[in-house]
């Protein structure tokens, strides 16, 4: 029986988007993008998921350029890979707001092993997306445009069965993001994946709206949580 780790790491490695896209979107994938991504995120996966735990699935909306977009594990930007895993990217340095929330929250959980022992993170559409804006590419969420939502939705729905098969808990998934909670619950309904849903405001919106009140939130993550 292969491990968590050897199972999330050969869908990494299959992982590819073939399908249609609006104009002016693109998809990213950092696994064929950087070589040193499908090495560290390897890394990452056999040391924190070397097992046959069921876990629970906590369910962002997709990779940032700066986050998984680069080290291939969601929510973790190089800088927090290195200080927090030790896992060191030579060919990238990267620090995204949403990693500091996670790692901080994590922390209080009660580190990266306890944590990571108990839940698994990806997100629907597990790989980024970025949109031509005024001459630039920038950070895209899946459900910014409805053709997007409608051209990625099946895959979504695939990815999402993929992660569950993983062996994780399906009888409550925790959803960042209200409207990211709104749009799977549209998939939920067409293809029963989760029993419950429980809503997490996004680590991104408590970093930059709501970093006063930042320890309410982490508090409220930990009791969701456990």
């Known amino acids: 029986m292969k491990t968590f780790a050897e199972q999330i790491v050969s869908f990494n490695m299959n992982l ?10 693109q998809v990213l994938n950092p696994y064929l993008n950087n070589p040193e991504t499908m090495i560290v995120m390897e890394q990452f996966y056999q040391k924190y998921y070397n097992d046959n ?61 306890e944590f990571y022992k108990d839940i698994y993170i990806n997100s629907p559409f597990p790989l980024a997306i970025v949109r ?9 969420n899946y459900y910014d445009d409805k053709a997007l939502f ?27 993001g209200k409207k990211n909670a709104d749009f799977i619950s549209k998939l939920n309904q067409e293809a029963h994946l989760f029993e419950k849903m429980t809503v997490l405001e996004h680590p991104r919106y408590i970093q930059q709206y709501k970093s006063k009140e930042k320890q309410l939130y982490i508090d409220k993550y930990i009791v969701a949580l456990k």
């Open 16 to 25: 590819k988007y073939e399908g249609n896209l609006p104009d002016d979107f």
């Open 53 to 113: 735990r069921q876990r629970k699935f906590l369910v962002g909306i997709n990779p940032s350029r700066h986050g998984a977009g680069v080290t291939g594990v969601p929510f973790t930007d190089t800088k927090r890979l290195e200080s927090v895993c030790g896992i060191k990217m030579i060919s990238a340095y990267t620090h995204e707001v949403s990693s500091v929330f996670v790692y901080d929250m994590i922390s209080e959980y009660g580190g990266a092993e």
């Open 132 to 140: 031509k804006s005024k001459g630039s590419w920038i950070n895209a």
């Open 150 to 176: 409608n051209d990625v939705k099946d895959f979504m729905i695939d990815s999402l069965r993929k992660h569950i098969s993983l062996n994780l808990d399906a009888s409550e998934v925790f959803i960042m």
